[in-house]
């Protein structure tokens, strides 16, 4: 690099750099927290809802599956599983688990009770109804 | 080594290396589990052994960036470290915290584990990579405090180098943004919008300092370069960091629940976060290029030319690869992001460690260089793990494009499941080559314990 360049130089362009552009973030951050409340409905956050989250987090669904394309890719994307299956298969289907067919991949049995199943599909379907600017590309997630 | 108190580094570096090996060896269960699914089903569910290989991961990077900050800042402020003492106890102290953790998640089943360790109290687990339980995320949070404290107050009394501020800099950034996984809202698109300031936030930003500051300290050290001209790369290099990588976080705010302009905040400016990473590889070459000295150590020297070179090309050009968002809308949460994550994890923060490791480790041992044989050993490790590497990113891009093709495109796509059967021999392949991998790291170590040759002393 150029003598007439300084290191003072690239030192101010990243401090003033790194300063601007994180003003420039909180900024859009504070504008999508605005706009959020029309995307993510969350005047539909019921009880049963969080208390769905909080089954989700503590059987770390997120270690095999991906909610809105983000968590583990060894299993089915499941931002969309309410619509592609509907809340009574989701029930049974964690229900039925393990299907033990040999050399298939395994999902455990977490035990859930009629009412924690029934959270859990609250929360799954509050998640289907996300803005998620038409994402997934189809209906297989 | 010139100070005393950089020998606190070695038990830093010691346990990275051991936590790798444990991360390579859950990797690889993992690797078999896609290809037979019920693999150590259920003393093992994948999700189990997903969170000890990556959360063995982060753990190994902290211990790998903490020792190097104990073996760089007493030489680059040319005074002994604060407190050698806070430093041997917050390395006990996390160590036992990481392995409790581990076992906890083999042991307990995860929900049990979240009841008994204050989950209810504040909910933080389950979120990934964010898996710890909450005593442990506090345990994380004091002993970087107390590491934090040491180095600052290190460098608070001696002499102030650029390349001392910048990993301080980018050691409490680490540190902050860490907070943000104390944050978990019941709202989704918020848990997910904040999640990212501390995954996002550290591998595209502040851990980038890091990596910059400790390739620089490398480099100074290798090839005897003036520091004027090597601390003004840094700082350009950390610049184009911060500009392209704050804002390049919209490149996550595509599909979350987030308003659409993200679409076009977060591809322009993450499609220029390549710069960066292709500024350190020409920064890499350029100083060993104007050496002005033969360091004895080519191992080390051939680390940190990797790190410029793997960083590249996993974090810049597998990272560009599906940053547009018309590109990510059909390889978002596919085996692409896998490739990606591996080769970009890999080939940063994974080789400015080894290089730092390289290039310390001997010093700390009493020596300036490693015997010729160990250093061929090292090298081969290199080449090995470097390559498998590459080949399990090939193999993983390859499925994820065919995942892409049957799953997400066309009128008739496949389930989930049915596209996984179709690519699985690019699993085979994948898990193939991870033993590969495993073969280089096993060398790894034992080039550590050759015995042949003479090492070389003074310079
Ligand atoms: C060499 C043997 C390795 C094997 C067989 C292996 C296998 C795997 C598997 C199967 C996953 C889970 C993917 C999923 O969620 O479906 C994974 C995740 C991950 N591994 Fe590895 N791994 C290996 C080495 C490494 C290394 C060396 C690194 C770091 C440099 C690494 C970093 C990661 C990361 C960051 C993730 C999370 C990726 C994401 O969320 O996109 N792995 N690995
Ligand atoms: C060393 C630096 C980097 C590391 C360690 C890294 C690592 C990762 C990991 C582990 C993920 C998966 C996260 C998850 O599990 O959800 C990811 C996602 C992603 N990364 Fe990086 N990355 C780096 C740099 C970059 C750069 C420079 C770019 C862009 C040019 C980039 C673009 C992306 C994109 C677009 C995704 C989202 C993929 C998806 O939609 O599924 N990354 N990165
Ligand atoms: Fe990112």
Redesign the pocket.
Known sequence: MSETFTKAMARNIFYGGAVFFFLLFLGLTFDTMQTLPKRDHRENITDSVVRGKHIWETRDCIGCHTLLGEG???APELGNVYTRRGGPFIKAWIAAQPTGAPGRRQMPQFNLTDQELDDMVAFLKWTSEVNTNKWPPNIEG | MQFQSQAVAKPYFIAAIGLFVG??LF??I??YQ?VVGDFLFPAIPFNVA?MV??NL?IVWLLFGFMGAAYYMIPEETETELFSPKLALLMFWIFLVAGALTIVGYLMVPYATLASMTGNDILPTMGR?FLEQPLITKVGIVIVALAFLFNISMTVLKGRKTSISLVMLLGLWGLAVFFLFSFYNPSNLVLDKYFWWWTVHLWVEGVWELILGAMLAFVLIKVTGVDREVIEKWLYIIIAMTLITGIIGTGHHYFWIGTPEYWQWFGSVFSALEPIPFFMMTVFAFNMVNRRRREHPNKAATLWALGTGVMAFLGAGVWGFLHTLAPVNFFTHGTQV??AH??MA??GAY?MVNLAMISYAMPMLRGRTANSGPAQTMEMWSFWLMTV??VF?TLFLTAAGILQVWLQRMGSTPLGFMAAQDQIMIFYWL??IT?FV??LGLVLYIWSFFCKKGEAQTAA
Request: a neutral charge; aromatic letters at 20%; charged letters at 15%.
């Open positions: 583990a890719y060894f | 991360q390579i990797g690889l993992m690797g896609y997903r290989h990556t991961l990934e992001t896998a994550g591996h994890f890999y994974v498998s590497i399990i994948r898990e991870g991998f495993l």
